[in-house]
């Protein structure tokens, strides 16, 4: 079919809120939807919600939100999850699923960091190409958002986000790669943001040039909503649809009328409109989904993301105890935080009913349902914890503490809150914390008055009675933290510099993110990332590096559950390097495997390691680089908790950086052509430089060999030039 010019601008851009353009009968209007962990479709009518959808919409599943999906380390759990969401989306009429969100975890602060995975770009990648499989598998598309390193709300749709390539290519690129490479999602969402001083819904390197010339992306990439500034420049960038419209199609027919934009542009971009559209068209159709069936997954995902932090031998709740539940949390849960990703649920399970359910329990509230202190219930709350043997206190966040569109400004949890936990625990002896929140709260001022701490995130619709299923220890708690939790908010590496001023945002930190900056330094955290207990206990034997090929390696080794319950441990592999004064971060994690050996058995793990999980990337290469040499291979429950290690040498990518001029003296004794040929052809004061005295040496190896011409050592320009041509021919 042939398009007319002006049929062909307005594929380009939505015809609505939800909807791509229609082009006559041929072409249909896609709905999209934001989902990242349920489907938030809105109505046929303006009664059903507000223009964004965000106060009403059609009941969905709420699964738990990404910050809770990932601390799962599950990614076979996280795909059923991706493909519940498609299926409810086949019966909701929805095309495309925004989402997954997979930008790091810069800053705790983040207030969206609820809709985010981790702080590490291999664990996100690894979860978020799940969910993205998942979607798939049913033919509906998904949209992977936000790109690139969008990691504020705090001036989300100006701020320039200055980070260096290195730190690009090695923290905030990584996951969207993974996930472009290994799951083929239809669709990538740009951020609003600038980076390094251009939009990212116009940055042509961003859209173009990296991932789709470098990655091979063959889908759309829309704009978030707003994003656009300029339709001309994000077309010409790689930026396929606007949405929602903004009206502006003339100006792109326009500016291909008048020779500004090149029809061919226009051509590609509508004809990605359309091969989307070609995709979904063939998905499976049906109008219903086993919502029953939904919740019971919900609840799965919500036990296995929840993360036992601290717990003295209190938790599992023992029968015949007096419990006392508080805080009104345990009856109206917080299940997902604010904003666009916001789900209306089609059931609400709360930890308190799911207890009652199980054994006789007291209640009082402790505090108003805002999260604000109230004397009265507070007293009542006190009084309920003295008569009783154990006391499950429920703390958190409440919605106005974060969201979308704004950053937190502490980590701390509501002062009136601590304060009825220091009072409760003068009244009972047995203390249990279980939190609820989207971004991580300190817990150093407070975590001495309790026997155990359950992070419990936001678990979504059924997250209550998840929660109750591991206090009373029908099953063993499996999350594991996906980031680090510091003890003070100035020990998060990028704390000077979240979240920028005057348009600017300063990524100062490099890349030393979370655990790669606290373990690379020795920095006293609360709780290192990867930690997580359970019911059980885990041993860790037998590690055995083999390799498979030109720096390939099987990793393997051997975890028994050393205890006397069902439960699952989280194995990690990383890789480090252990240097006198750090070069790069001390080990970073590159594989994991979620296990669950019956008591007293044991499970063989077998993990890849490949020259990519060992390489940096190298600006002046422009890629990534394999260094000779050694490094160790570290198997552990946590990034603290390392239990074996072994010690692997690679030959390097073989790479010889070329010599020039400019070259250090340090440079050309170093590489195996130049120091032969250096030493060889020169004699005298130049040649006598190598055997100097170390003070003299030290200095004369950082001068770069051309600057010696100027101190009589008989090094002119032309024969550095000989020296340059001998290397040639001796290379």
Known sequence: MKLTLVEKASLTSGSGTWHTTAVRDVVPALTLSDGPHGIRRQGGSPADGDALGLRRSVPATCFPPAVALGSSWDPALARRVGAALAAEAVALGVDVVLGPGVNIKRSPLCGRNFEYFSEDPHLTGVMGAAVVNGVQSLGVGACVKHFAVNNQETDRMRVSADVDEQTLREIYLPAFEHIVREAGPYAVMCAYNRVNGVHASQHRWLLTDLLRGEWGFDGLVMSDWGAVNDRVAALEAGLDLEMPPTGTDDEIVAAVRDGRLAESVLDVAAGRVLRLAERVRARPRHDTWDADAHHELAREAARASAVLLKNDGVLPLAPGLRVAVLGEQARSPRYQGHGSSHVVPTKLDNALDALRTAMDVTFAPGYRPDGTPDPDLEHEAVRTAADADVAVVFLGLADAEESEGFDRTSLDLPAGQVALLRRVAEACRKVVVVLSNGGVVSVAGWQEHASAVLEGWLLGQAGGAALADLLLGTHSPSGRLTETIPLRLADVP??????????????????????????????????????????????????????????????????????????????????????????????????????????????????????????????????????????????????????????????????????????????????????????????????????????????????????????????????????????????
């Open 494 to 731: 990028c704390h000077l510099h979240f979240p920028g001023s005057d348009g600017h945002v300063l990524y100062g930190e490099g890349r030393y993110v979370g655990y790669r900056h606290h373990d690379t330094l020795g920095t006293e955290v609360a709780y290192p990332f990867g930690h997580g207990l359970t019911y059980s206990s885990f041993a860790y034997s037998d590690l055995e590096v083999r390799e498979t090929g030109g720096n390939e390696w099987q990793v393997e080794f051997t975890v028994t559950n050393t205890g006397e319950r069902h439960a699952q441990e989280v194995a990690q592999l990383y890789v480090a390097f252990e240097e006198e004064r750090p070069t790069r971060p001390r080990h970073t994690l590159r594989g994991f495997a979620k296990v669950g050996p019956a008591p007293g058995a044991s499970e063989r793990v077998r993990l890849p390691l490949t020259g990519r999980d060992l390489a940096q990337w190298s600006v002046e290469r422009g890629g990534w680089r394999i260094e000779p040499g050694s490094f160790l291979v570290e198997v552990g429950a946590s990034s603290r908790d390392i239990r074996l290690r072994a010690e692997v040498r690679t030959p390097g990518d073989g790479h010889v950086t070329p010599l020039t001029a400019m070259s250090t003296l340090g440079e050309w004794l170093a590489h195996p052509v130049g120091g032969r040929v250096l030493k060889e052809r020169l004699s005298g004061a130049a040649a006598g430089l190598a055997e100097a005295d170390p003070a003299l040496l030290g200095l004369a190896l950082g001068i770069p060999l051309i600057k010696f011409r100027t101190f009589g050592l008989g090094l002119t320009a032309q024969v550095v030039d000989d020296l340059l041509a001998a290397v040639r021919a001796g290379s």
